[in-house]
Structures are given as C-alpha cells and as structure tokens.
C-alpha cells in the first residue's frame, strides 16, 4: 500500500505571494490532517478533514486554509507569505481520526525569502 | 486547550542503557497518546502508543506507561542502541473512536543521542 504522499517536497517563495500544497493520504484513508513543524514551536496543528469537511482547525491566522476533494486527497493554502511561514509542512492521513494512527508524509519544505 | 509539556529537550546516553522521556498533559478528557520518532530529514513515525483505559503497553526494548490521575505519560526504552538516536514527540488526543475531533497536540520533543 503506497503511503502518504505530499507534493511538492521543496518550496521557495518570495514574502506576499501564495502558496498550495497538496497531500495524498494511504487509500481508504478519509482523515488528513495538516502540521507545521519548526524548530522553535514544535509541531503544531493546522487543521483536519474528513469527508471533505473541516471538522478541527488550530491557532493560525485565515491566511491558512485547506480544502478535501471528493477522493480524500487535500491541499492546502498560504496566502501573504510572511517570512516566519518558514517551516517543514507535514500531513497525515488516518482511516477516520480519533483512536487510529496517523501517518505522516515527508513533507514540503517551504521557504519564505 | 490541550497543551502537553515534555521532558527532558534533550538526552544523552550510553549504548545499552535505558532512556525514559516524560510528557504532561493538560485535558482530562484526552484519551490517546501516541509516541513518534522523526529521524533527521525524514518523516515522524508511530512507534508506539497508548489509550486511556491502559496503564502500559510494551513493544520489545519500547514501553509506555500512563498514569490518568496525574496527567502524564512516559516513553520507557531498554538496551538502547545507536539507531534510536533521534527526536521523540509524545502527543496527546481527545479523539473518540467517531473520531469526530480529531487533533494531535505534541510535545515540542526529545532529542535522544545513543553513544556507541
């Protein structure tokens, strides 16, 4: 079974411009869920979908978004990069959430010049 | 909210030793605590966790032990060799077998180093 796929995995963007990450849970998997991952603060939580729906989302500003397509793959979205948006991006995709394990993808490296 | 302190940021020890790593948590109604490793560069991977109806749980060298009453939990590992050497995040969850809320909060982790 293939695991938890992200594209792309290294970003460089430039402060104000926008930014989509995509994430492609394990087949069958419904719940994918977002982190973003720094040396300072840990891994934080961004958000969870399932069935297409946001069901849980974390502290961050509205420049963080997301959205589940109908085939349970996920994007997310930063708008107005800022340079402290620096971060590994991680994603993770259970078959519902709740007591199951999550997988994690490699990541996508994004860097804010 | 949930917030989950963890201890100590960073362990050294000797091939062959024991490591224990301790995690707190904030929200008695969390229910799943789940342990990862993330090795440099790389992806964090499950290697054990525990729920909130179990006092411990063992996976050969790896254990882990929960306590309700005073919100902590701890990574126990035996006979450490040089491939555990790696950051551990414990993280803690309120999710129901629903999993209508589903959300990990993690500590911020531990760096362990395993000298040969």
């Known amino acids: 079974k293939a695991g938890v796929t992200q594209t792309p995995r290294y970003l460089i963007k430039t402060r104000g411009q926008q930014v989509t990450l995509s994430c492609s849970p394990i087949?069958?998997?419904?719940?994918v869920s977002w982190y973003q991952q720094t040396p300072g603060q840990g891994l934080q939580f961004l958000f969870e979908?399932?069935?297409?729906?946001?069901?849980n989302k974390g502290n961050f500003p509205g420049r963080f978004s997301g959205r589940q397509f109908s085939n349970s793959r996920s994007e997310m979205n930063v708008s107005t990069l800022e340079l402290g948006d620096s971060a590994l991006y991680l994603c993770a995709s259970s078959p519902a959430g709740g007591f199951t394990e999550a997988f994690f993808g490699q990541g996508t490296r994004l860097t804010v010049v | 909210g949930e917030n989950v302190e963890q201890h100590p940021s960073t362990l050294s020890v000797q091939e062959g030793d024991s490591a224990v790593i301790k995690c707190t948590y904030s929200?008695?109604?969390?229910?799943?605590f789940p342990w990862y490793k993330q090795e440099l560069g790389k992806r964090p991977q499950l290697i054990i966790d525990i729920r909130s109806n179990v006092g411990e749980k063992k996976d050969q060298r790896i254990a882990v032990t929960l306590n309700k009453t005073a919100k902590h939990f701890s990574l126990h590992i035996t006979e450490t060799q040089p491939e555990d050497s790696a950051v551990y995040f414990c993280a803690a969850s309120n999710g129901n077998s629903g999993g209508s809320n589903y959300k990990l909060t993690f500590g911020k982790g531990t760096l362990l180093t395993v000298n040969p």
């Open positions: 087949s069958g998997h419904r719940s």
């Open positions: 979908y399932f069935s297409e729906t946001q069901r």
């Open positions: 929200d008695s109604a969390s229910n799943y």
